[in-house]
C-alpha cells in the first residue's frame, strides 16, 4: 500500500468528517481536564459507530469498545491524547484557536481524530478480540494515563498502542523501533531563602539571587561531569522568580526546571546531584536551599515483541520504505508510559509534515500537523491493533 491507497480506505464523506472534526478540536482547545467540549464532540463521534461499551472516566476522558470477531480473544486499545497547550497561537490557518492564549501545539486534535478513525476502519474490519478506544485527557500534565488507569480504563485490556504526530517525518513516513522511545520527565523546584535589603546595600543582604545565577551554572555540571557520557540525561532550568523592584534585594529566589533521563540509576543521580548542588552552593552564599523534586512519567520504552506489531503494520499499510529512524534519543516525555507498566504496548511517531513543508517544532506557536497524518495514523494504528491482537492469540512469545 501507499499513501494513496490508505485514502481509499476513507470514503469522500468520512475524509470530510475527519477533517472537519480535527479543525473543530484544533479551532477550540482546552486545556488539561478542562477538555469538556472536546471530550462531548467525540463522545457524539463514537457513539454514532454503536460501540458496545461507551463512557467518560477520569472526568473528560472517553472509553468506547468495539466488538471483535471473538470474544474471548485479546483485547487492544488505541489511545489518543486530547488536550492542548497554553500558547498563543500564530499558525495563521483558517482554523485557527479561537481560544486566547490555548493551542493545539502538540497534535492531539490529530490524535484525538485519528484514534476516531481507527474506530471506523475497525467497525468494518474489525480486530480478532474487542478494540477500546482510549481519548485520554492531560497528557500535558503528565498524569492523564495515571487517572485513566485508576478510572478503569485498562480493565479487561491485554495490549495497547498509540502514537504522536512528528512533523519531522514527512506524511507516509513511520518510526517504529524497539526501545526508548520517551525520556522520563521529572520536575524541581528549588526555593533559596536569604536575607532582603536595600539594593545600595548588599553587604548587608545574603542575596538569592546571585546565589540563583551561580546554581543555574552549577546544576550544569550534573550532566557534564557527574553522569556518565554514555547516558543521556537532559537539567534545564526554566523559571526564575525574585524581587519586586530594581533597588530591593529580595529574601528569596525561586527556580524551577525539569530532569530527563532513561535510566533509574540516571534519574537517582539526577535527583541526589540536585539536591546536593542547590544545598552547597545556597551555604556558599549563606542562603538556605528547599528543594522540591516531583516524579513525573517514567520513560517510553518499545518492547521487541511489541515493536514488530507495529513494522509489520507499517509493511502492511504503507510497504517497509516507510519505515524510519528517529535518529537520535528523544528527551520528550509521554504519560503513555504508564500503560506500558502495565500492559505490553508500542508507541510510534507518524508523520505529520505536508510535501514541500518546514520541519516545525511541537510545542511551537507556529506548530500544526498537515491533514493527511489523520488518515496514515487511523490506519496503521488500527491495523497495529488487529496484529497485536492475532500475536497475543498465538501466545504472545517475546513479550
Not at 516524579?295 to 507499517?314: K, L, Q
Amino acid at each position: 500500500m501507499t499513501v494513496e491507497t490508505i485514502n481509499g480506505l476513507f470514503p469522500a464523506d468520512l475524509r470530510d468528517r475527519l477533517i472537519s472534526l480535527r479543525r473543530d478540536l484544533h479551532r477550540h482547545p482546552e486545556l488539561s481536564l478542562q477538555e469538556e467540549r472536546t471530550a462531548k464532540r467525540l463522545h457524539d463521534e463514537l457513539a454514532l459507530l454503536k460501540p458496545t461499551v461507551l463512557k467518560q472516566v477520569a472526568g473528560t476522558g472517553i472509553v468506547a469498545r468495539f466488538k471483535g470477531r471473538d470474544p474471548s480473544a485479546p483485547v487492544v486499545a488505541v489511545r489518543g491524547d486530547i488536550d492542548a497547550l497554553p500558547i498563543q497561537e500564530e499558525t495563521g490557518l483558517d482554523y485557527a484557536s479561537q481560544c486566547p492564549g490555548v493551542m493545539h501545539a502538540c497534535g492531539h486534535d490529530v490524535h484525538a481524530t485519528w484514534a476516531v478513525g481507527a474506530a471506523h476502519l475497525l467497525s468494518r474490519h474489525p480486530a480478532a478480540g474487542d478494540v477500546v478506544i482510549l481519548l485520554q485527557p492531560a497528557e500535558e500534565q503528565g498524569d492523564g494515563a495515571l487517572l485513566m488507569i485508576k478510572g478503569g480504563a485498562l480493565d479487561g485490556v491485554d495490549a495497547i498502542v498509540g502514537g504522536h504526530v512528528d512533523r519531522r517525518f514527512s506524511i507516509g513516513q513511520v518510526q517504529a523501533e524497539a526501545g526508548p522511545v520517551n525520556a522520563a520527565a521529572d520536575v524541581f523546584e528549588i526555593t533559596l531563602l536569604g536575607t532582603g535589603a536595600h539594593g545600595a546595600r548588599p553587604h548587608e543582604a545574603a542575596d538569592p539571587i546571585v546565589g540563583a545565577a551561580a546554581l543555574v551554572t552549577e546544576l550544569q555540571t550534573i550532566v557534564s561531569r557527574r553522569i556518565n557520557p554514555a547516558s543521556p540525561a537532559v537539567v534545564t532550568v526554566g523559571t526564575i522568580q525574585a524581587g519586586s523592584a530594581p533597588n530591593v534585594i529580595p529574601d528569596r529566589c525561586t527556580l524551577s526546571g525539569t530532569l530527563r533521563s532513561f535510566d533509574p540509576a540516571t534519574r537517582d543521580l539526577l535527583h541526589s546531584e540536585l539536591t546536593r548542588i542547590a544545598e552547597s552552593v545556597a551555604a556558599l552564599h549563606r542562603l538556605r536551599a528547599q528543594v522540591t523534586l516531583e516524579h513525573g512519567s517514567p520513560p517510553v520504552i518499545n518492547r521487541p515483541a511489541p515493536a514488530e506489531w507495529a513494522r509489520a503494520a507499517v509493511t502492511n499499510m504503507l510497504g517497509s520504505a516507510a519505515l524510519t529512524s528517529l535518529g537520535f534519543l528523544n528527551m520528550g516525555g509521554e504519560d503513555f508510559a504508564y500503560y506500558l507498566e502495565k500492559i505490553p504496548g508500542c508507541f510510534l511517531r507518524i508523520g505529520a509534515r505536508e510535501e514541500g513543508g518546514a520541519p516545525i517544532p511541537a510545542h511551537s506557536p507556529k506548530f500544526y500537523a498537515a491533514d493527511e497524518a489523520i488518515f496514515v495514523g487511523a490506519a496503521v494504528l488500527a491495523e497495529t491493533a488487529r496484529i497485536a491482537g492475532q500475536e497475543l492469540l498465538k501466545g504472545g512469545a517475546g513479550l
